[in-house]
Nanobody, 123 residues
């Protein structure tokens, strides 16, 4: 599976962005997907995850109520809608996929990783 993340950019605090993670190479429906982010000088952290059907979701406490993860298996794409963005959301966001139906915040549960997309939130 090859993953391509897009949708990052510069936004003011309180604004919104939608990230996309497009998959190719294999049937994406069988894969669970997670979004991770890494801020400058910090470790990478899990943001959200979704199982293959979209029925199970996970959100980090820091983004609950502001971010929404979803997927369109017909388009082989997973989305991360980010609302009410804060300066502390500034990071490189990456998507990752693993075969099977689960939601996980652990990096080692995901075999395939896409390149990151930079999100910058100005105050």
């Amino acid at each position: 599976v090859q993953l391509q993340a897009s949708g990052g950019g510069l936004v003011q605090a309180g604004g919104s962005l939608r990230l996309s993670c497009a998959a190719s190479g294999r049937t994406f429906i069988a894969y669970s997907t997670g979004w991770f982010r890494q801020a400058p000088g910090k470790d990478r952290e899990s943001v959200a995850a979704i199982n293959w059907s979209g029925g199970n979701l996970y959100y980090a406490d820091s983004v609950k109520g502001r971010f929404t993860i979803s997927r369109d298996n017909a388009k082989n794409t997973v989305y991360l809608q980010m609302n009410s963005l804060k300066p502390e959301d500034t990071a490189v966001y990456s998507c990752a996929a693993g075969y099977g139906s689960y939601t996980s915040r652990r990096e080692y549960d995901y075999r395939y990783w896409g390149q990151g997309t930079l999100v910058t939130v100005s105050s």
